[in-house]
């Protein structure tokens, strides 16, 4: 069975441009996740899907992020326009309502110059 | 303020021996806890998920533990060998519809030949 896999693994773009993120969850998972982690901090949450639906943003930094989940399979979280301190590591994970063990992909660093 | 608090934050142990790790979190009022392992430039890989309602689960060389009432989760790893060597992560899940997971800043565990 496949894992939750991220696109891509690298991005390294220009402050002001846009970049999107992809991640595919594990099949049959109704929850989706997205964290990040900046340099020398914790990974922090950003938002919970549940299927296709926001269930919690409250972490989302600012408006210049958006995140989607249409049809409730993979999502993309848009950055737009990146600004430098967005760069880090963003993790996406996946989990069934019960026992809710959440798996993570192996992340796409994000790099704003 | 800071939720989840990992110590210590870097352990170096020479090969065979058994440590701990230590994870301490402010709100009782949990749903789970889970320890992470990753690896350098790599995603998080879940070890061991402990329910509310449990005290601890092993897999393998691992064990963790819970204690709810005093906010405290360790990671008993025997044996050690220098595959283990790696960034330990706990991460706690709240409650009620709460789905996010709350994560301390890591253990960077060292395992010398």
């Known amino acids: 069975e496949a894992g939750v896999t991220q696109f891509p693994s690298h991005s390294v773009i220009e402050k002001g441009q846009t970049v999107t993120l992809r991640c595919d969850p594990i099949?049959?998972?109704?929850?989706l996740y997205w964290y990040r982690r900046v340099m020398g901090k914790e990974i922090k949450f950003l938002l919970h899907f549940v299927k296709e639906s926001k269930q919690d943003e409250s972490g989302m930094p600012n408006n210049r992020f958006l995140a989607e989940r249409t049809g409730g399979t993979y999502s993309t979280l848009k950055v737009q326009p990146a600004e430098l301190e967005d760069s880090g590591v963003y993790f996406c994970?996946?989990?069934?309502?019960?026992?809710?063990?959440?798996?993570f992909g192996q992340g796409t660093r994000l790099t704003v110059v | 303020k800071q939720e989840v608090t990992q110590i210590p934050a870097a352990l170096s142990v020479p090969e065979g021996e058994n440590l701990v790790l230590n994870c301490s979190f402010t709100?009782?009022?949990?749903?789970?806890l889970q320890w992470f392992r990753q690896d350098p430039g790599k995603g998080l890989t879940s070890l061991l998920l402990i329910q509310s309602s449990q005290r601890e689960q092993t897999s393998g060389r691992l064990n963790a533990s819970l204690d709810k009432s005093s906010g405290r989760s360790t990671l008993y790893i025997a044996a050690s060998q220098p595959g283990d060597s790696a960034t330990y992560l706990c991460a706690r899940r709240g409650g009620g519809s709460n789905y996010k997971l709350t994560f301390g800043k890591g253990t960077l565990l060292t395992v010398n030949p």
């Open positions: 994970a996946s989990s069934q309502d019960w026992p809710s063990e959440a798996f």
């Open positions: 099949s049959g998972h109704d929850n």
């Open positions: 709100d009782s009022a949990i749903y789970n």
